[in-house]
């Protein structure tokens, strides 16, 4: 039984803003609109007007929902009755998984062997079924494809379709509204589909406005297909970015990228913690480390950008426990605590006087099961 993939384009030229915006329409009835917070204290921090998007206030923890959901509402009645399958390192997963359920499919989810218990934990809340791989030793799209191959599902990319980039899109779309004119957007960058989305939104709506990628130190696959001209593949990334842990970008979206984004910067772990921290004490909210890295780049001072420059940041995710968290203060708090003294923050490095990490999972406005 063979399986069945999503349209996808055949150039960058085939993902269009008219695409953005039918996304807009269609999800418009299950996803949020997540908030656009204002921070006085990381404005002085950084001295920047910060506008950041609450991604991870999303259903289902993150951006992710937004493709996933425009994806599958393109297919038809008989696809949905096959169900779909997805490759994901966990948000991706859980957005199908939700869509899936919405829409009533059946969902298969695969996830890498350490992927985070609370994102595997979140498909199967949702009815998905999970099939883990070994990144080391197994290529995850061929184990997608064998399963679509054997039991005949969809494919639902977690980047690399026109749907998904679409719905991605949306992100930028409201924060635009919500907070223009931006002279510059920052945007964390794994499998490039938020990036792509955004960027193309931009282009249309704000032309002037710089879209800025930001990768792990150890996962730059993107920054190093961008100065090759080619897609370039790295060994698997060594961060705590689960999310950002790709090895090579997707076509589609590195033809998008290349002629959009106008830079990506590079953040270390220790910056990451950094920027979990100081959103958590000054908003009371949690981002996972793939959703802190683009503030982490603001932050961290990676950003050439002039004082009181208007900086949109897509905070893309929050599913991590408190447990997890500890850990990464507790694995990082010197790094993190020198990295604050060279910004000249004023926020303290311990655990004990912010109050981060949270001893309970952060309730965020939105779950997955509500609109």
């Not at 609109?33 to 259903?59: C, D, I, M, Y």
């Not at 605590?337 to 004023?346: E, K, L, N």
Request: net charge neutral; aromatic share 2%.
């Amino acid at each position: 039984m063979m399986g069945e993939h999503l349209p996808s384009a055949a150039s960058a030229d085939m993902v269009n803003f008219d695409d953005v915006l039918s996304a807009a329409a269609h999800v418009a009835g299950f996803s949020t609109r997540t908030r656009t917070l204002v921070s006085p204290s990381l404005n002085q921090r950084t001295g920047r007007e910060l506008f950041l998007k609450a991604e991870h206030e999303q259903r289902s923890g993150s951006f992710k929902f937004r493709g996933a959901l425009n994806a599958m509402l393109t297919l038809t009645p008989a696809q949905l009755r096959m169900g779909v399958v997805a490759g994901s390192s966990g948000n991706h997963g859980h957005a199908v998984a939700l869509a899936s359920r919405l829409l009533g499919a059946t969902a298969v989810i695969v996830l890498p062997h350490d992927a985070p218990a609370v994102k595997r934990e979140a498909v199967l809340a949702l009815g998905g079924r999970v099939v883990r791989y070994d990144r080391m030793h197994e290529l995850r799209d061929e184990v997608v494809e064998r399963i679509a191959r054997d039991d005949g599902q969809v494919v639902i990319p977690s980047s690399d379709s026109v749907a998904v980039i679409a719905g991605a899109g949306t992100v930028a779309v409201e924060l635009l509204e919500d907070s223009m004119p931006l002279d510059m957007l920052v945007v964390p960058v794994g499998g490039g589909g938020l990036a792509a989305g955004c960027a193309i939104a931009v282009r249309a709506l704000s032309p002037a406005t710089r879209v800025v990628g930001v990768e792990p130190v150890d996962g730059d696959d993107t920054r190093r297909s961008l100065a090759a001209g080619c897609r370039v593949g790295v060994a698997v990334p060594a961060t705590i970015a689960d999310g950002l842990r790709h090895q090579m970008p997707g076509r589609l979206t590195f033809e998008v990228n290349r002629r959009l984004l106008h830079a990506v910067v590079l953040v270390s772990d220790a910056e990451i913690v950094d920027a979990m921290t100081a959103l958590y004490e000054a908003e009371g909210t949690a981002a996972e480390p793939s959703g802190a890295c683009a503030l982490a780049a603001v932050l961290s001072g990676r950003l050439a950008a002039a004082p009181r420059t208007r900086v949109g940041v897509v905070i893309s995710g929050g599913n991590m426990d408190a447990d997890s968290a500890h850990r990464l203060i507790a694995a990082a708090p010197c790094a993190a605590t020198a990295q604050r003294a060279t910004s000249g923050s004023t926020f303290s490095g311990s655990a004990r006087e912010t109050g981060w990490p949270p001893q309970q999972p952060v309730r965020r406005r939105t779950s997955s099961g509500s609109s």
